[in-house]
Protein backbone atom coordinates (compact mmCIF):
# COMPACT_ATOMS: atom_id res chain seq x y z
CA UNK A 1 0.00 0.00 0.00
CA UNK A 2 1.13 3.41 -0.77
CA UNK A 3 1.02 6.23 1.78
CA UNK A 4 -0.71 7.90 -0.37
CA UNK A 5 -3.93 5.51 0.14
CA UNK A 6 -3.22 4.40 4.13
CA UNK A 7 -6.09 5.94 5.56
CA UNK A 8 -5.25 5.11 9.21
CA UNK A 9 -9.07 4.26 9.33
CA UNK A 10 -9.37 0.73 8.06
CA UNK A 11 -8.32 -1.71 10.39
CA UNK A 12 -9.16 0.79 13.15
CA UNK A 13 -12.93 0.99 11.47
CA UNK A 14 -13.48 -2.72 11.97
CA UNK A 15 -12.23 -2.49 15.89
CA UNK A 16 -14.59 0.15 16.03
CA UNK A 17 -17.35 -1.81 15.19
CA UNK A 18 -16.39 -4.65 17.81
CA UNK A 19 -15.99 -2.17 19.75
CA UNK A 20 -19.36 -0.54 19.43
CA UNK A 21 -21.23 -3.96 19.75
CA UNK A 22 -20.83 -4.42 23.30
CA UNK A 23 -21.55 -1.11 24.50
CA UNK A 24 -21.81 -0.75 28.40
CA UNK A 25 -25.18 0.35 29.99
CA UNK A 26 -24.79 4.21 30.81
CA UNK A 27 -23.69 5.47 34.56
CA UNK A 28 -26.60 6.56 36.61
CA UNK A 29 -27.07 10.14 36.72
CA UNK A 30 -24.19 12.40 38.67
CA UNK A 31 -25.08 14.88 41.39
CA UNK A 32 -27.96 16.95 40.56
CA UNK A 33 -29.87 14.28 38.69
CA UNK A 34 -28.58 15.36 35.59
CA UNK A 35 -25.89 12.46 33.49
CA UNK A 36 -22.74 13.40 33.58
CA UNK A 37 -21.24 15.10 31.12
CA UNK A 38 -18.83 14.55 27.61
CA UNK A 39 -15.57 15.34 27.65
CA UNK A 40 -13.50 16.12 25.06
CA UNK A 41 -9.93 17.14 25.82
CA UNK A 42 -7.72 18.47 23.14
CA UNK A 43 -4.08 18.87 23.75
CA UNK A 44 -1.89 20.39 21.62
CA UNK A 45 2.49 19.58 21.21
CA UNK A 46 4.83 22.26 22.29
CA UNK A 47 2.08 24.71 21.86
CA UNK A 48 3.20 28.34 23.28
CA UNK A 49 1.04 30.80 25.09
CA UNK A 50 0.83 33.07 22.33
CA UNK A 51 -0.09 30.99 19.74
CA UNK A 52 -4.03 31.22 19.67
CA UNK A 53 -6.23 34.09 18.61
CA UNK A 54 -7.35 34.90 21.86
CA UNK A 55 -3.84 34.97 23.27
CA UNK A 56 -2.51 37.21 20.82
CA UNK A 57 -1.11 35.35 17.63
CA UNK A 58 -1.15 37.53 14.57
CA UNK A 59 -0.71 35.80 11.11
CA UNK A 60 -3.56 33.42 11.05
CA UNK A 61 -6.63 32.56 12.70
CA UNK A 62 -8.25 30.26 15.11
CA UNK A 63 -12.35 31.21 15.27
CA UNK A 64 -12.92 27.70 16.41
CA UNK A 65 -10.61 27.52 19.78
CA UNK A 66 -11.65 31.09 20.41
CA UNK A 67 -14.92 30.33 20.02
CA UNK A 68 -13.78 27.70 22.95
CA UNK A 69 -13.11 30.73 25.05
CA UNK A 70 -15.65 33.33 24.04
CA UNK A 71 -18.30 30.90 24.92
CA UNK A 72 -16.58 29.76 27.85
CA UNK A 73 -13.73 30.08 30.54
CA UNK A 74 -10.24 31.15 30.13
CA UNK A 75 -7.55 30.25 32.50
CA UNK A 76 -4.95 32.95 32.28
CA UNK A 77 -2.55 31.16 34.65
CA UNK A 78 -2.13 27.60 33.77
CA UNK A 79 0.64 25.42 33.87
CA UNK A 80 2.32 21.89 33.61
CA UNK A 81 4.47 19.93 35.39
CA UNK A 82 7.25 20.62 33.24
CA UNK A 83 8.21 21.93 29.85
CA UNK A 84 8.99 18.59 28.23
CA UNK A 85 6.63 16.27 26.79
CA UNK A 86 6.31 12.81 28.96
CA UNK A 87 6.61 14.55 32.34
CA UNK A 88 4.00 16.99 31.03
CA UNK A 89 1.78 13.88 29.81
CA UNK A 90 2.13 11.73 32.95
CA UNK A 91 0.71 14.96 35.19
CA UNK A 92 -2.14 15.19 33.04
CA UNK A 93 -2.87 11.60 32.87
CA UNK A 94 -2.76 10.74 36.46
CA UNK A 95 -3.83 14.11 38.54
CA UNK A 96 -0.12 14.00 39.46
CA UNK A 97 3.30 15.91 39.43
CA UNK A 98 5.29 13.89 37.34
CA UNK A 99 8.26 12.93 39.94
CA UNK A 100 5.43 11.48 41.88
CA UNK A 101 5.22 8.91 39.20
CA UNK A 102 8.89 8.75 37.88
CA UNK A 103 8.16 9.82 34.61
CA UNK A 104 10.62 12.50 33.12
CA UNK A 105 11.60 13.86 30.27
CA UNK A 106 10.35 12.32 26.78
CA UNK A 107 10.91 8.84 26.53
CA UNK A 108 12.78 7.45 23.45
CA UNK A 109 11.54 4.06 21.61
CA UNK A 110 14.17 2.70 22.82
CA UNK A 111 13.19 2.67 26.04
CA UNK A 112 11.14 0.25 28.32
CA UNK A 113 9.87 2.86 30.92
CA UNK A 114 6.70 3.60 30.70
CA UNK A 115 3.70 4.93 32.81
CA UNK A 116 2.95 2.19 36.08
CA UNK A 117 -0.33 0.48 35.69
CA UNK A 118 -0.54 0.79 39.45
CA UNK A 119 -1.39 4.43 38.79
CA UNK A 120 -4.90 5.71 37.57
CA UNK A 121 -5.42 7.61 34.59
CA UNK A 122 -7.86 10.01 33.40
CA UNK A 123 -9.43 7.13 31.29
CA UNK A 124 -9.32 4.99 34.09
CA UNK A 125 -11.66 7.12 36.15
CA UNK A 126 -13.88 7.93 33.79
CA UNK A 127 -14.54 4.40 32.37
CA UNK A 128 -15.13 3.14 35.98
CA UNK A 129 -17.99 5.87 36.22
CA UNK A 130 -19.32 4.46 32.61
CA UNK A 131 -17.63 6.30 30.06
CA UNK A 132 -16.66 5.44 26.79
CA UNK A 133 -13.17 6.20 26.44
CA UNK A 134 -11.21 7.04 22.82
CA UNK A 135 -7.71 8.55 22.30
CA UNK A 136 -6.42 9.87 19.28
CA UNK A 137 -2.46 11.16 19.04
CA UNK A 138 0.48 11.37 21.11
CA UNK A 139 0.71 9.25 24.10
CA UNK A 140 4.32 9.49 24.77
CA UNK A 141 4.12 7.61 27.96
CA UNK A 142 5.30 4.21 26.64
CA UNK A 143 5.55 2.22 23.52
CA UNK A 144 5.50 -0.98 24.16
CA UNK A 145 2.35 -2.64 23.62
CA UNK A 146 1.37 -3.09 27.51
CA UNK A 147 2.05 0.36 27.78
CA UNK A 148 -0.12 1.98 25.43
CA UNK A 149 -3.35 4.05 25.76
CA UNK A 150 -5.61 0.83 25.69
CA UNK A 151 -3.89 -0.95 28.58
CA UNK A 152 -4.49 2.70 30.62
CA UNK A 153 -8.24 2.80 30.33
CA UNK A 154 -8.91 4.03 26.80
CA UNK A 155 -11.29 1.48 24.65
CA UNK A 156 -9.54 2.73 21.60
CA UNK A 157 -6.53 4.71 20.02
CA UNK A 158 -5.00 5.70 17.32
CA UNK A 159 -1.58 7.69 16.96
CA UNK A 160 1.98 7.94 17.19
CA UNK A 161 3.26 6.04 20.14
CA UNK A 162 5.89 9.15 21.16
CA UNK A 163 6.77 11.98 19.50
CA UNK A 164 6.81 12.82 15.58
CA UNK A 165 10.63 14.08 15.26
CA UNK A 166 11.44 9.87 16.81
CA UNK A 167 11.85 8.94 13.15
CA UNK A 168 15.25 8.36 10.24
CA UNK A 169 13.89 11.79 9.47
CA UNK A 170 15.23 13.33 12.35
CA UNK A 171 17.36 16.75 10.92
CA UNK A 172 20.08 16.06 13.51
CA UNK A 173 20.50 12.96 14.62
CA UNK A 174 18.30 10.93 11.61
CA UNK A 175 20.38 7.36 12.73
CA UNK A 176 19.30 7.72 16.58
CA UNK A 177 16.00 6.55 15.64
CA UNK A 178 13.66 3.85 14.36
CA UNK A 179 11.08 3.90 11.84
CA UNK A 180 8.64 5.54 13.47
CA UNK A 181 4.90 3.26 13.43
CA UNK A 182 1.45 4.57 13.49
CA UNK A 183 -0.63 2.17 16.47
CA UNK A 184 -4.41 1.39 16.61
CA UNK A 185 -5.42 -0.31 19.54
CA UNK A 186 -1.78 -1.93 21.16
CA UNK A 187 -0.82 -3.16 17.11
CA UNK A 188 1.25 -1.24 14.35
CA UNK A 189 -1.04 -0.62 11.16
CA UNK A 190 1.57 1.25 9.78
CA UNK A 191 5.74 0.46 10.41
CA UNK A 192 7.02 3.52 8.62
CA UNK A 193 5.23 6.21 9.22
CA UNK A 194 6.28 8.95 6.30
CA UNK A 195 6.27 12.84 5.19
CA UNK A 196 3.27 11.99 3.47
CA UNK A 197 1.30 10.30 6.35
CA UNK A 198 2.49 12.91 8.86
CA UNK A 199 1.11 15.18 6.21
CA UNK A 200 -2.54 13.35 7.02
CA UNK A 201 -1.81 12.87 11.24
CA UNK A 202 -3.81 16.49 12.27
CA UNK A 203 -7.15 15.56 9.64
CA UNK A 204 -6.98 11.94 10.86
CA UNK A 205 -6.75 12.48 14.74
CA UNK A 206 -9.28 15.22 14.12
CA UNK A 207 -11.62 12.78 12.28
CA UNK A 208 -11.38 9.67 14.76
CA UNK A 209 -12.33 12.27 17.59
CA UNK A 210 -15.67 13.36 14.88
CA UNK A 211 -16.18 9.58 14.28
CA UNK A 212 -16.18 8.64 18.19
CA UNK A 213 -18.62 11.33 19.12
CA UNK A 214 -21.47 10.37 16.71
CA UNK A 215 -20.89 6.71 17.62
CA UNK A 216 -21.41 7.47 21.81
CA UNK A 217 -24.17 9.75 21.09
CA UNK A 218 -26.27 8.05 23.40
CA UNK A 219 -23.53 7.67 26.72
CA UNK A 220 -21.42 9.64 27.91
CA UNK A 221 -17.86 9.76 26.20
CA UNK A 222 -14.57 11.06 27.08
CA UNK A 223 -12.31 11.83 24.11
CA UNK A 224 -8.45 12.85 24.31
CA UNK A 225 -7.35 14.17 21.12
CA UNK A 226 -3.73 14.69 21.61
CA UNK A 227 -2.39 16.19 18.37
CA UNK A 228 1.12 15.37 17.45
CA UNK A 229 1.33 19.19 15.90
CA UNK A 230 2.48 21.81 16.67
CA UNK A 231 5.72 19.91 17.78
CA UNK A 232 7.96 19.85 14.98
CA UNK A 233 8.86 18.34 11.81
CA UNK A 234 5.80 20.86 10.99
CA UNK A 235 2.99 18.55 8.62
CA UNK A 236 0.07 20.00 7.37
CA UNK A 237 -2.38 18.39 4.54
CA UNK A 238 -2.49 20.11 0.90
CA UNK A 239 -5.56 22.07 1.58
CA UNK A 240 -3.74 24.03 3.90
CA UNK A 241 -0.39 24.60 3.08
CA UNK A 242 0.75 28.28 2.15
CA UNK A 243 -3.01 29.67 3.60
CA UNK A 244 -1.38 31.94 6.29
CA UNK A 245 1.47 34.94 6.67
CA UNK A 246 3.14 32.70 9.66
CA UNK A 247 4.57 30.35 6.77
CA UNK A 248 3.94 25.70 8.05
CA UNK A 249 3.74 27.09 12.02
CA UNK A 250 0.75 29.48 11.09
CA UNK A 251 -0.80 26.90 8.23
CA UNK A 252 -0.62 23.96 10.94
CA UNK A 253 -2.55 25.67 13.57
CA UNK A 254 -5.40 26.73 11.17
CA UNK A 255 -5.59 22.84 10.23
CA UNK A 256 -6.28 22.02 14.13
CA UNK A 257 -8.15 24.93 14.39
CA UNK A 258 -10.31 22.95 11.82
CA UNK A 259 -10.86 20.45 13.47
CA UNK A 260 -11.70 21.99 16.21
CA UNK A 261 -14.50 23.39 14.55
CA UNK A 262 -15.68 20.17 13.26
CA UNK A 263 -15.60 18.90 16.41
CA UNK A 264 -18.39 21.63 17.70
CA UNK A 265 -20.24 21.35 14.56
CA UNK A 266 -20.74 17.83 15.63
CA UNK A 267 -21.70 18.59 18.83
CA UNK A 268 -24.34 21.08 17.68
CA UNK A 269 -25.42 18.29 15.12
CA UNK A 270 -25.84 15.82 17.38
CA UNK A 271 -27.71 18.46 20.09
CA UNK A 272 -24.57 17.44 22.65
CA UNK A 273 -23.60 21.26 23.48
CA UNK A 274 -25.20 21.42 26.61
CA UNK A 275 -23.52 18.08 27.76
CA UNK A 276 -19.95 18.19 26.63
CA UNK A 277 -17.52 19.63 28.27
CA UNK A 278 -14.72 21.02 25.63
CA UNK A 279 -11.23 21.60 27.13
CA UNK A 280 -8.10 23.40 25.06
CA UNK A 281 -4.42 23.15 26.40
CA UNK A 282 -1.05 22.23 25.68
CA UNK A 283 1.78 20.08 27.10
CA UNK A 284 4.61 22.53 26.89
CA UNK A 285 5.41 26.21 25.79
CA UNK A 286 7.04 26.52 21.81
CA UNK A 287 10.49 25.03 20.95
CA UNK A 288 12.24 28.19 20.26
CA UNK A 289 15.99 26.57 18.76
CA UNK A 290 13.14 26.00 15.81
CA UNK A 291 12.54 29.68 15.11
CA UNK A 292 10.31 30.06 12.53
CA UNK A 293 8.93 26.79 12.79
CA UNK A 294 8.60 27.01 16.28
CA UNK A 295 5.39 28.59 18.24
CA UNK A 296 5.72 31.68 20.52
CA UNK A 297 5.38 32.03 23.98
CA UNK A 298 3.57 35.98 23.78
CA UNK A 299 4.50 38.09 26.80
CA UNK A 300 6.00 35.60 28.62
CA UNK A 301 9.84 34.54 28.63
CA UNK A 302 11.67 31.43 27.28
CA UNK A 303 9.56 28.48 26.21
CA UNK A 304 10.18 24.52 25.73
CA UNK A 305 13.05 22.94 28.34
CA UNK A 306 12.74 25.90 30.87
CA UNK A 307 11.32 26.45 33.86
CA UNK A 308 10.34 30.27 32.98
CA UNK A 309 6.70 31.30 32.13
CA UNK A 310 7.18 30.69 28.39
CA UNK A 311 7.94 27.30 29.17
CA UNK A 312 5.32 26.11 31.61
CA UNK A 313 2.51 28.22 31.52
CA UNK A 314 -0.01 27.20 28.76
CA UNK A 315 -3.07 28.72 27.12
CA UNK A 316 -6.00 27.15 28.68
CA UNK A 317 -9.81 27.74 27.35
CA UNK A 318 -12.92 25.28 28.75
CA UNK A 319 -16.56 25.55 27.23
CA UNK A 320 -19.66 23.99 28.47
CA UNK A 321 -22.72 25.76 27.65
CA UNK A 322 -25.39 26.72 30.83
CA UNK A 323 -22.42 24.97 32.99
CA UNK A 324 -19.44 27.59 32.38
CA UNK A 325 -20.34 31.18 31.95
CA UNK A 326 -19.78 32.15 28.65
CA UNK A 327 -16.81 34.87 28.28
CA UNK A 328 -15.13 34.63 31.49
CA UNK A 329 -12.08 34.56 32.39
CA UNK A 330 -10.14 33.46 35.39
CA UNK A 331 -6.59 34.46 36.84
CA UNK A 332 -6.16 32.19 39.73
CA UNK A 333 -3.57 29.63 39.34
CA UNK A 334 -4.00 25.78 37.87
CA UNK A 335 -2.62 23.30 36.47
CA UNK A 336 -2.67 20.07 34.33
CA UNK A 337 -2.41 18.47 37.69
CA UNK A 338 -6.03 19.66 38.24
CA UNK A 339 -7.88 18.28 35.97
CA UNK A 340 -7.98 14.02 36.75
CA UNK A 341 -9.45 15.00 40.36
CA UNK A 342 -12.18 18.09 38.25
CA UNK A 343 -13.47 16.00 35.79
CA UNK A 344 -13.60 13.00 38.69
CA UNK A 345 -15.58 15.51 40.58
CA UNK A 346 -18.03 17.07 37.47
CA UNK A 347 -18.29 13.43 36.56
CA UNK A 348 -19.57 11.86 39.78
CA UNK A 349 -16.21 9.66 39.52
CA UNK A 350 -14.44 7.75 42.22
CA UNK A 351 -10.73 9.76 42.65
CA UNK A 352 -7.72 7.52 42.23
CA UNK A 353 -6.73 4.88 45.67
CA UNK A 354 -3.41 6.59 45.07
CA UNK A 355 -2.38 10.32 46.75
CA UNK A 356 -2.38 12.55 44.13
CA UNK A 357 -1.47 16.14 43.94
CA UNK A 358 -3.96 18.07 41.50
CA UNK A 359 -7.12 19.24 43.32
CA UNK A 360 -10.46 20.06 41.91
CA UNK A 361 -10.84 22.99 39.98
CA UNK A 362 -14.52 22.81 38.74
CA UNK A 363 -15.33 26.17 41.26
CA UNK A 364 -12.86 27.94 39.01
CA UNK A 365 -14.19 26.80 35.76
CA UNK A 366 -17.73 26.61 36.45
CA UNK A 367 -17.51 30.39 37.97
CA UNK A 368 -18.28 29.50 41.33
CA UNK A 369 -18.27 33.41 43.29
CA UNK A 370 -15.26 33.75 45.12
CA UNK A 371 -13.62 30.85 43.70
CA UNK A 372 -9.84 30.81 44.52
CA UNK A 373 -7.19 28.48 43.36
CA UNK A 374 -6.36 25.20 46.15
CA UNK A 375 -2.95 25.34 45.28
CA UNK A 376 -0.96 27.59 48.35
CA UNK A 377 1.85 26.25 45.68
CA UNK A 378 2.62 24.82 42.59
CA UNK A 379 6.31 23.11 41.19
CA UNK A 380 8.19 22.93 38.65
CA UNK A 381 10.76 19.88 38.15
CA UNK A 382 12.72 19.71 34.89
CA UNK A 383 15.31 16.79 34.99
CA UNK A 384 14.53 15.42 38.10
CA UNK A 385 15.43 18.70 39.91
CA UNK A 386 13.00 21.43 41.20
CA UNK A 387 13.44 24.20 39.56
CA UNK A 388 10.47 26.89 40.11
CA UNK A 389 8.07 27.31 42.64
CA UNK A 390 4.50 29.63 42.14
CA UNK A 391 2.58 30.78 44.77
CA UNK A 392 -0.18 33.52 44.23
CA UNK A 393 1.53 36.66 42.42
CA UNK A 394 5.09 35.15 43.10
CA UNK A 395 7.27 32.88 40.97
CA UNK A 396 10.91 31.51 42.70
CA UNK A 397 13.38 30.55 40.83
CA UNK A 398 16.06 27.91 42.46
CA UNK A 399 19.51 28.03 41.03
CA UNK A 400 19.91 25.89 38.12
CA UNK A 401 20.85 25.70 34.35
CA UNK A 402 18.72 26.62 31.67
CA UNK A 403 18.79 27.90 28.21
CA UNK A 404 18.11 30.55 25.82
CA UNK A 405 18.32 31.42 21.53
CA UNK A 406 18.53 35.10 22.78
CA UNK A 407 21.46 35.98 20.58
CA UNK A 408 22.09 33.33 19.08
CA UNK A 409 21.02 32.36 15.65
CA UNK A 410 17.58 31.24 15.17
CA UNK A 411 16.60 27.82 13.42
CA UNK A 412 14.75 28.10 9.48
CA UNK A 413 12.97 25.67 7.90
CA UNK A 414 12.79 22.79 10.37
CA UNK A 415 16.56 22.94 11.26
CA UNK A 416 16.79 24.68 14.79
CA UNK A 417 19.38 26.52 16.15
CA UNK A 418 22.04 26.12 19.28
CA UNK A 419 20.55 27.30 22.20
CA UNK A 420 23.21 29.02 24.57
CA UNK A 421 23.46 28.14 28.48
CA UNK A 422 21.44 30.25 30.85
CA UNK A 423 22.95 30.03 34.14
CA UNK A 424 20.01 30.80 36.45
CA UNK A 425 20.43 31.96 40.15
CA UNK A 426 17.94 32.45 42.98
CA UNK A 427 15.34 34.61 41.51
CA UNK A 428 12.00 36.29 42.72
CA UNK A 429 9.62 37.29 40.54
CA UNK A 430 5.96 39.17 41.38
CA UNK A 431 4.39 38.05 38.03
CA UNK A 432 1.67 40.76 38.52
CA UNK A 433 4.06 43.61 38.37
CA UNK A 434 6.13 41.40 35.75
CA UNK A 435 4.83 39.20 33.82
CA UNK A 436 8.45 38.15 31.40
CA UNK A 437 10.27 37.58 34.81
CA UNK A 438 12.46 40.34 33.68
CA UNK A 439 13.67 42.04 37.33
CA UNK A 440 15.01 39.53 40.43
CA UNK A 441 13.66 41.51 43.25
CA UNK A 442 14.98 38.19 45.84
CA UNK A 443 17.15 40.30 47.36
CA UNK A 444 14.35 42.86 48.65
CA UNK A 445 11.72 40.25 49.68
CA UNK A 446 13.86 37.80 52.00
CA UNK A 447 10.83 36.35 53.69
CA UNK A 448 8.78 35.52 50.07
CA UNK A 449 12.16 33.73 49.29
CA UNK A 450 11.79 31.71 53.19
CA UNK A 451 8.79 30.66 52.42
CA UNK A 452 8.43 29.95 49.10
CA UNK A 453 12.35 27.48 49.86
CA UNK A 454 10.76 25.98 52.81
CA UNK A 455 7.78 25.20 50.80
CA UNK A 456 9.85 23.39 48.05
CA UNK A 457 12.29 21.84 50.51
CA UNK A 458 8.97 19.58 52.23
CA UNK A 459 8.58 18.89 48.33
CA UNK A 460 11.62 17.94 47.58
CA UNK A 461 11.72 15.22 50.57
CA UNK A 462 8.39 14.20 49.26
CA UNK A 463 9.49 13.99 45.00
CA UNK A 464 12.98 14.08 45.38
CA UNK A 465 15.75 16.43 44.15
CA UNK A 466 18.48 14.65 41.31
CA UNK A 467 20.74 18.06 41.71
CA UNK A 468 20.25 17.90 46.01
CA UNK A 469 20.54 13.86 45.34
CA UNK A 470 17.40 13.86 47.31
CA UNK A 471 14.87 10.76 47.43
CA UNK A 472 11.56 11.36 47.67
CA UNK A 473 9.77 9.71 50.01
CA UNK A 474 6.55 9.07 48.09
CA UNK A 475 7.91 8.81 44.94
CA UNK A 476 6.59 5.61 43.21
CA UNK A 477 8.01 3.57 40.47
CA UNK A 478 7.18 3.85 36.35
CA UNK A 479 6.94 0.56 34.50
CA UNK A 480 9.79 -1.00 33.94
CA UNK A 481 12.17 1.16 35.98
CA UNK A 482 12.89 -1.76 38.42
CA UNK A 483 15.10 -4.72 37.36
CA UNK A 484 14.13 -4.44 33.37
CA UNK A 485 17.68 -4.26 31.98
CA UNK A 486 16.82 -1.92 28.83
CA UNK A 487 15.77 0.68 31.31
CA UNK A 488 19.07 0.76 33.09
CA UNK A 489 20.74 0.37 29.43
CA UNK A 490 21.92 3.77 27.40
CA UNK A 491 18.92 5.96 26.10
CA UNK A 492 18.33 6.99 22.28
CA UNK A 493 20.53 10.14 22.38
CA UNK A 494 18.82 11.83 19.57
CA UNK A 495 17.94 15.59 18.88
CA UNK A 496 19.05 18.40 20.59
CA UNK A 497 18.33 20.54 23.58
CA UNK A 498 16.15 19.47 26.43
CA UNK A 499 14.57 17.11 25.25
CA UNK A 500 17.70 15.11 24.38
CA UNK A 501 19.21 15.32 27.85
CA UNK A 502 15.65 14.16 29.42
CA UNK A 503 15.75 11.20 27.81
CA UNK A 504 18.56 10.08 30.01
CA UNK A 505 16.20 11.12 32.82
CA UNK A 506 13.31 9.03 32.76
CA UNK A 507 13.71 6.96 35.55
CA UNK A 508 15.71 8.38 38.97
MG1 LIG B 1 5.72 18.88 23.91
Given at each position: ??S???????A?????L??????????????????????????????G??????S?AT?Y?????????????????????S??????R?A?????????????????P??????????????????A?????????????G???????????????????????M?????????????????????????????????S????????A??????????PF?????H???H???????A????????AF?????????????I?R???E????G?T????????????S????????????????T?????????F???????IP??????????T????????A??????PP?????K????L????P????????????YGG?????R????????????Q????????????P??Y????????????K??????????????????????L???????????????????????D????????????????????????????P
Amino acid sequence: MTSATRPYGRAAAFLLLLAGSCCLPGPAPARGGEPPPNIVLIFCDDLGYGDLGFSGATGYATPNIDRIAREGVRLTDFYVSSAVCSASRAALMTGCYHERVSIRGALGPKMKVGLSHAETTLAEVLKARGYATGMAGKWHLGCLPSQLPTHHGFDEYLGLPYSNDMWPHHPEAPKDFPNLPMIEGDRVIDADVTALDQKSLTGAYSRRAVEFIRKHADRPFFFYLAHSMPHVPLFRSDAFAGRTRRGAFGDVIEEIDAGVGDILRTLEELKLDGRTLVIFTADNGPWLSYGDHAGSAGPLREGKGTSFEGGIREPFAARWPGHIPAGSTCREVAATIDLLPTLAAIAGASPPPLPIDGKDISPLLLGSPGARSPHEALFIWYGGSLQAIRSGDWKLLLPHQSQTMNGQAPGRGGIPGKYRKLPVGLELYNLKDDLGETTNIAASHPDVVARLRALGDAMQHELGDASLKIKGRAVRPADGQDGTPAAQGAPPTAGRGPETRAHAAAAP
